[in-house]
């Protein structure tokens, strides 16, 4: 493994330490800012991070790709100091915008940056999934001190994500880039959008904005509240319980082909389906602790395989689509955000908020994806 190489990895590490992640929202609740100004500050990272996505193509130029990243990085820590820095609704709502934009700007130059690194086709994605693993594992031990450090200091939390943030920055920009490639379309193709869609590219896109809009808008926004307002669980512990579902998403992923493989695509897709629907359904009943993270397992299962699942289905054309599915799922994930925010709000009832979000989930799933003339793995299942 060359030294640049080597950056990388640890980059992709270090990027991923977001101590205050898990606790963002019990964060606001503690600032005293209502639930429905709490939801909306997380649902204006996710639109920040949609219009970055599609920016952030367009401002590289002649820059060096190592300098996007650290610069993204630099915005990130910007960002997290304005939520900490105030405690006033319009400072956080600036700095979630500013977070996300530092983002979408990293996430969407540093894969290019690894290409450049390793140039090979199999170089490149043996990096890809050696670092997949490592990131997962990263935000998992993160959240879990992050929980503890927010025990002990509400804003540590905060200090420790922007250090990660600033020693990311450093990494990348000590990282040695190769000279300029030759233009590329790359960039153009990914602007265009999801256009011209086969029948089952259209349903694997369909699938995979509406199943991660949903849970990971359950996972940030609904969940904390369950746990910290309804069952109690210390702040000590909340860490654990939420890096239940980090961790059982993380082995999801990594092993969703092993599955694809014995199994076949349909049953592990159908699963995720299913899964995803009965966990929430479980968290609508305000269960006991036990019950709630078993459910909060299964529910990460479902979410760590819609992404394998979803790049196995779309083929050759993934690298095309998967910048505006993106997109697509921020504004979905972000509406789910709002809306639950004023349900909750409007009711201060968790059971209902849960229970319409399940039905309006299920009635999507119903709409959008069962559709007889065209469901992939139910093609595959009566062949």
């Known amino acids: 493994m060359t030294r640049d190489l080597r950056l990388l990895y640890a980059y992709r590490i270090v990027s991923r330490l977001y101590f205050h992640l898990p606790v963002l929202l019990v964060f606001f609740l503690l600032e005293d800012f209502s639930i429905f100004a709490a939801e909306v500050l997380l649902a204006v990272y996710g639109l920040a991070v949609t219009v970055g996505s599609a920016l952030a193509p367009r401002l590289r130029g002649g820059l060096p790709r190592k300098w996007l990243v650290a610069g993204g990085e630099v915005l990130k820590l910007v960002g997290l100091l304005l939520v900490v820095a105030t405690g006033e609704v319009w400072a956080a709502a600036i700095g979630q915008a500013v977070n996300g934009l530092g983002y979408a700007i990293t996430q969407m130059t540093d894969a290019s940056l690894l290409a450049a690194v390793a140039p090979s086709k199999e170089a490149n994605a043996r990096a890809q999934s050696g670092t997949q693993s490592y990131m997962f594992l990263a935000v998992l031990v993160a959240g879990v001190v992050g929980a503890v450090m927010f025990d002990a200091d509400r804003e540590s939390v905060f200090y420790a ?67 910290f307002v309804i069952i109690e669980v210390s702040l000590a512990w909340f860490g654990v319980v939420l890096g239940i579902f980090s961790l059982a ?51 990460g299962l479902s979410a760590g395989g819609v992404r394998p699942l979803t790049m196995s289905g779309l083929g050759g054309r993934r690298g095309e689509l998967v910048p505006a599915m993106e997109r697509r799922f921020g504004l979905v994930n972000a509406a789910i955000l709002v809306a639950g925010g004023a349900l909750l709000d409007g009711t201060d009832d968790f059971q209902t908020l849960m229970i319409v979000l399940t039905v309006a989930y299920a009635t999507a799933l119903a709409a959008f994806l069962v559709r007889p003339s065209g469901v992939p793995v139910l093609r595959e299942v009566r062949r």
């Open 161 to 227: 994500s922007m250090g990660a943030a600033l020693l990311s920055a450093l990494i990348a920009a000590a990282v040695r880039e190769p000279r300029e490639e030759p233009a590329a379309a790359g960039g153009a193709a990914a602007a265009r959008g999801v256009g011209d869609l086969t029948p089952d590219e259209a349903w694997w896109v369909r699938y995979y904005v509406t199943l991660r809009a949903v849970t990971l808008a359950v996972f940030v926004g609904f969940l904390p509240y369950l746990f």
């Open 249 to 299: 998403a993380f082995l999801g992923a990594r092993y969703a082909v092993g599955l694809m493989d014995r199994f076949g695509k349909p049953p592990l897709t159908l699963a995720t389906l299913l899964l995803s629907i009965g966990s929430m359904a479980v968290f609508a009943t305000e269960p006991p602790l036990g019950v709630a993270l078993v459910a909060m397992l299964l529910f």
